[in-house]
């Protein structure tokens, strides 16, 4: 079975910096999904960013992008000019391709306080 | 985007009594369903995968009796916490899928459950 590590239970940054939060995986597979959830104190599952593990161009969406190193199987998220909004745990989650019966490996989190 | 309906939101009630907890994609056929259940402070974990029309597959250590599952149709699954104890206490939370391999899951947004 596929394992997620997310070394970072905590991490902290400062309204407008820049923030980079850990993730690697353990896998044999060489096609593959890797996705990043936000958990708001509301609960809900927010997804941030999603990456093929058969695209070597890393993922952007707004202020976040990821770091996709498949050969190191490393997955990092960068959030820029952080703000208030982004405080919440963030889950990094793998999936194995191959229709819709596979369900999210995810991480144990990093929970992510934003100070002003 | 697409949408996945949880209900209800938060139930409390009395241990012995048998809780039930809908799933529901309301603009797209989910062909798997996906239940977890997630601890304060925890991360998601995988109780059990249901396919449209077929039994459910459960995790490792997930009593089938104690919750079962029905997926009766692409849009609707649901969950029955039988006989429900104190210890089943959490939060419970689903997603969909389609079939189409590159979609993601959507995550319906959880089951607060307390019994007392």
């Known amino acids: 079975a596929q394992t997620v590590t997310q070394s970072q239970p905590e991490m902290s940054v400062q309204e407008a910096e820049t923030v980079t939060l850990s993730c690697t995986y353990d896998?044999?597979?060489?096609?593959?999904?890797l996705f990043w959830y936000k958990q708001p104190p509301s609960r809900q599952m927010i997804l941030v960013i999603r990456?093929?593990?058969?695209?070597?161009q890393n993922a952007t969406e707004n202020r976040f992008s990821v770091n996709f190193q498949k050969a190191a199987k490393s997955f990092s998220l960068k959030i820029s000019d952080s703000q208030l909004g982004d405080a919440a745990m963030y889950f990094c989650?793998?999936?194995?391709?191959?229709?819709?019966?596979?369900?999210?490996?995810f991480g144990k989190g990093t929970s992510l306080l934003v100070t002003p | 985007g697409a949408v996945v309906s949880q209900h209800p939101s938060r139930v409390i009630c009395k241990s012995g009594t048998s809780v039930k907890i809908e799933c529901r994609s309301l603009?797209?056929?989910?062909?798997?369903m996906f239940w977890y259940r997630q601890f304060p402070k925890q991360s998601l974990m995988l109780m059990a995968t249901?396919?449209?029309?077929?039994?459910?597959?459960?995790e490792q250590g997930v009593e089938k009796d104690k919750f079962l599952i029905n997926h009766a149709s692409l849009t609707l699954s649901t969950l029955t916490v039988t006989s429900a104890h104190p210890e089943d206490s959490s939060f419970y939370i689903c997603?969909?899928?389609?079939?189409?391999?590159?979609?993601?899951?959507?995550f319906g947004d959880g089951t607060r459950l307390s019994i007392l």
């Open positions: 896998t044999s597979e060489s096609d593959y999904y």
């Open positions: 990456q093929e593990a058969y695209k070597q």
């Open positions: 603009d797209f056929q989910a062909t798997t």
């Open positions: 989650a793998y999936r194995s391709p191959g229709g819709s019966g596979y369900a999210l490996n």
């Open positions: 249901s396919n449209e029309g077929s039994k459910a597959t459960y």
């Open positions: 997603s969909a899928k389609a079939q189409i391999d590159d979609q993601p899951q959507h």
